[in-house]
């Protein structure tokens, strides 16, 4: 069950991130709009983090939260933001999902 936890915390660090994102191509009001759903989803993630940490490995938990959120928010980038979708790019995407998957397995 954290681990599921740990994921969802994940995704709302590519979420909170996102609105970050968003807050910098926003005009007038809307800024505090996305600067609102920045701090309510790093809260979120945070405590979902602090909950998932509560029984696996804080070095395990920590790396796989910050590899979800570093895939995603570069997958966003690419899909959303219009960042370069590089092949080198492409390519260490892959290596960092390889790696969040590799440290699920040796975890116990």
């Not at 800024?31 to 790093?42: A, D, N, R, S, T």
């Not at 920590?62 to 219009?82: Q, R, S």
Request: glycine share 12%; proline share 2%; aromatic share 14%.
């Amino acid at each position: 069950m954290n681990w599921i936890i740990l994921v969802i915390a994940g995704l709302f660090e590519v979420a909170f991130a996102s609105c970050l994102g968003k807050a910098k191509e926003a005009t007038g009001n809307d800024v505090y709009w996305w600067y609102g759903g920045f701090i309510v989803m790093l809260t979120i993630s945070m405590s979902l983090l602090v909950k998932a940490t509560q029984s696996l490995p804080i070095g395990t938990a920590y790396a796989v939260w910050t590899g979800i959120g570093a895939v995603g928010t570069a997958l966003m980038g690419i899909l959303v933001f219009k960042d370069p979708a590089s092949f080198w790019r492409i390519f260490f995407i892959t290596t960092l999902i390889g790696s969040i998957i590799g440290l699920k397995a040796v975890s116990h």
